[in-house]
């Protein structure tokens, strides 16, 4: 195998650790209960799927404004994919999760390009507002809307300070049975928590680096010895709107 | 001072069932627009996801604040006494109750899983201000019938001043909900402000009392109702000082954004390049909503005020609905700053002003809150006895005030 | 005039209309059960005509809220067990008329919900998937032949 691995978030040394567990397990264990074992592999302790998601993780995701590519939309393209969000050709109320913003200083005229999409925030403002509690931060800090009592009163998308959430206009059919979505109500970027679940990326952070953009990266921000806790401790990140104090999980460097 | 009677509206039944039919219709299809948008999904609307509350939030706001301000009128006769509008206590409450009634039908039905009430009114969350605001708005409705009730039983009439009072702080508290629910908006440029709970208590006071002059003079021109000259002008001249403070209060907020280099991009858009936003507020709620009937209410011509009156409430009303609108939409317009000091460009809109142009859905479903209201007060008025006998200057007696209040007071059942 | 003669026709008709119904074999159509794949479901079928909802519910809270993605009572599970193959290729949804769960709500005369955001479809995914995840297990496995 080459040097380039899609599942850039994970540290080698743990991954290593759980090979090797996972080679173990596969010996002793039944397929099925072997699958969750391995593949909850990106946490810092791997997650049986009757366990409940703690507070030990905080998934995060560092994007490096130099990788991404101006022009580049692989990371969109894989999310419409993943998640099913086939629009309707309204670009004005069709969803979107994640978008490519072209940045531009006025006064120097250099260019920046890069993703956007839910921050994932500590103290998310969309959470706060939501008056059923539709809105909620779960404890590995995926924010995420509950559509079984979403509203569809939309004031979590009037207090994201990121735009990151869409309001579903129209019926939609043919959802993909991992990411379920409806008319009426409010939805955003869930990190994929589908596929974080079973241990693997996001859609969007697996495409960049299939791209080979390389400019994601997602893992465990509690997890001193994950890649994406390496490299925010290295270098200097941003956030965007830091003066909000939200805590974003998602960083940006090079910004 | 002799007892106020009260009666019901009777006879009339050309005008009145007409009246009713008309607003029948109007309720029928609010209706059928609100199932429109609910089974085709809000793209058949203005509403987008840069542009996500239109047209039925800034009547539903409008009918809410309203709705607060109706009672103005009913806590001037029983909390401050003032007897000249005592009698109009009953009929300033029922107004209370049909404007809210009103606004949150149209609040609901835009609701994108409206099916879903009962779960907005079983799962809170008590850090939302809007869960909050579901509290106030069912719990004013409670205190306003409780305030009827004891203005209505005399065995209960002592208590009318108690019920005022708590009724006049619960709305005070209403309206602060209200205007928190964008005061609260940390992210977005034209909101997260203090000022805009003051602003929406002085708007409420201000829109309330213009909806409940309208009311009146319509009740009265169809009842044969005689109006006071004197009431009128006290009606219109308060209605004046209060269009006044919502000046005033428009006023720190633009001044107080304007100090601050960071708010300069909002404010040239409402003020300056927001074209028809800068018009809604320069010439709707400025000039036509605020300067003109202040004008208009504080050179009354003696004897013939009501012409006067009605048409300066009917100018506060339209500006009021303008205002709502500027803050409501055009906040929204106004785009999102994700970067300051960046340009910025995407598929999403980053950077662009929205344009928003209301759907007829949306305008009906609107204007069906309104029609709900209208026809809750005419179906009140027709049932229970809120109006009094007469409302001439004579049968007010300005003169013994204070003695006609305590007489009316203690007088036993 | 005209009224007593709509009075009359409906008077006439209405025996024929009854008849008619009841020559329709107990009105209400039972419900086809389309049997799913496997031995049996996850419990009785007693027990899951009468819970399937409150476990359902049960499990949509613990997935959604606290990660948890046990197997047992999912709506997915359901979905990829209970849908049908399609003569034409692909899978029928479970939510048309006939297949499992509309046929018994339609009998019931309840409406479902779940569909509105659910698929009633498995997805393509799945099919491929069954019973072990290849792909993720692959990228494991040769990741530690590079170790």
């Known amino acids: 195998m080459t040097g380039r691995t899609p599942q850039q978030g994970f540290d080698p040394q743990r991954r290593r650790f759980l090979s090797a567990a996972a080679a173990a397990a596969g010996v002793t264990l039944a397929p099925g209960v072997t699958l969750y074992g391995v593949t909850a592999a990106g946490s810092a302790a791997a997650r049986a799927p009757e366990d409940p998601v703690t507070s030990s993780v905080r998934w995060g995701l560092l994007v490096d404004v130099n990788k991404c590519r101006d022009g580049c939309n692989a990371c969109v393209t894989a999310c419409v994919e993943e998640n099913g969000l086939r629009g309707n050709g309204r670009p004005e109320t069709d969803a979107q999760w994640i978008r490519k913003v072209e940045l531009r200083d006025p006064s120097t005229g250099a260019k920046r390009s890069l993703p956007l999409m839910c921050q994932h925030c500590a103290s998310p403002p969309c959470v706060d507002v939501c008056p059923t509690g539709a809105s909620f931060r779960r404890a590995d800090g995926i924010v995420l809307v509950d559509k079984h009592i979403c509203i569809g009163c939309r004031y979590c998308m009037l207090a994201c300070p990121y735009k990151a959430r869409s309001f579903i206009h129209e019926v939609v059919e043919d959802q993909k049975p991992y990411a379920p979505r409806g008319k009426g109500t409010v939805e955003s970027c869930t990190f994929c928590v589908h596929r974080v679940d079973e241990g693997r990326t996001p859609a969007c952070v697996e495409a960049c680096a299939e791209a080979g953009g390389d400019a994601m990266t997602f893992g465990d921000l509690n997890d001193p010895n994950s890649r994406i806790s390496k490299q925010v401790a290295a270098y200097v990140t941003d956030q965007i709107r830091p003066d909000l104090g939200l805590d974003p999980g998602v960083r940006y460097r090079n910004l | ?413 | ?147």
Request: hydrophobic letters at 50%; charged letters at 15%; glycine letters at 10%.
């Open chain 3, 1 to 147: 005039m005209g009224r007593r003669l709509v009075l009359a026709l409906l008077l006439l008709l209405a025996p024929a209309a009854a008849a008619a119904q009841d020559s329709d074999a107990g009105r209400v159509p039972l419900p086809t059960i389309v049997k799913g794949k496997g031995e049996a479901c996850v419990a009785d079928t007693a027990y899951m005509r009468r819970y399937h909802m409150t476990e359902l519910d049960h499990q949509r809270d613990e997935t959604m809220h606290r990660g948890v993605r046990t197997r047992k009572f999912s709506l997915k599970e359901c979905v990829d067990c209970h849908a049908t193959l399609a003569p034409t290729g692909g899978y029928v949804s479970v939510n048309a008329p006939g297949q499992f769960c509309r046929s018994c709500h339609d009998y019931a005369a309840v409406t479902i919900d779940c569909f509105q955001c659910h698929a009633a479809r498995p997805g393509e995914k799945e099919t491929k998937r069954a019973g072990a995840f290849p792909r993720t297990a692959g990228k494991f496995r040769q990741e530690s032949e590079v170790q």
């Open chain 2, 1 to 413: 001072m002799r007892r106020t009677t009260y009666r019901e509206i009777t006879g009339q039944y050309v005008g009145f069932y007409g009246l009713m039919a008309g607003l029948g219709v109007l309720i029928l299809l609010s209706l059928a627009a609100a199932w429109h948008m609910e089974h085709q999904g809000h793209h058949v609307t203005g509403m987008t996801n840069q542009i996500v509350w239109g047209m039925p939030h800034v009547l539903a706001i409008f009918l809410i604040v309203a709705a607060s301000g109706a009672l103005n009128v009913a806590s001037i006769g029983t909390v401050f006494g003032r007897t000249w509008y005592k009698p109009l206590g009953r009929l300033s409450g029922l107004l209370a109750l049909a404007l809210l009634v009103g606004g949150l039908a149209v609040l609901v039905l835009d609701l994108g899983r409206a099916d879903r009430i009962l779960v907005a009114m079983t799962t809170y969350n008590f850090k939302s201000i809007f869960a909050w605001n579901i509290y106030l708005y069912t719990g004013f409705m409670a205190v306003v019938v409780v305030y009827l009730w004891v203005q209505m039983e005399r065995r209960m009439n002592r208590f009318a001043p108690a019920a005022g009072l708590v009724a006049m702080i619960w709305r005070l508290v209403l309206t602060t909900g209200t205007g928190s629910i964008f005061g609260f908006l940390v992210a977005r440029q034209a909101y997260d402000a203090a000022v805009l709970a003051p602003l929406f208590i002085a708007m409420s006071l201000s829109l309330g009392l213009a909806s409940f002059n309208l009311t009146l003079a319509a009740t009265c021109r169809g009842t044969g109702l005689e109006l006071g000259d004197g009431l009128v002008s006290r009606l219109g001249r308060l209605l004046g000082v209060l269009a006044a403070v919502v000046l005033y209060f428009t006023a720190v907020q633009h001044l107080t954004n304007l100090y601050a280099a960071e708010h300069a991009g909002v404010e040239r858009f409402i003020l300056l390049e927001g074209g028809v936003f800068t018009a809604l507020f320069w010439l709707g709620q400025v000039l036509l909503g605020g300067l003109v009937p202040i004008a208009l209410v504080f050179t009354l011509p003696a004897g013939r005020a009501l012409g006067r009156v009605v048409l300066a409430s009917i100018l506060v009303f339209l500006g009021g609905i303008a205002q709502i609108y500027v803050i409501v939409i055009g906040g929204q317009a106004y785009p999102l700053v994700l970067f300051p000091g960046k340009e910025v460009q995407s598929s999403f809109f980053d950077g662009v002003v929205m344009s928003y142009a209301p759907s007829l859905p949306e305008i009906t479903l609107g204007v069906g809150g309104f029609a709900m209201a209208a026809a809750i007060v005419m179906v009140g008025l027709r049932s229970l006895r809120f109006l009094p006998e007469s409302l001439a200057d004579a049968a007010l007696d300005p003169h013994h005030r204070a003695a006609a209040t305590d007489a009316e007071e203690k007088a036993p059942a």
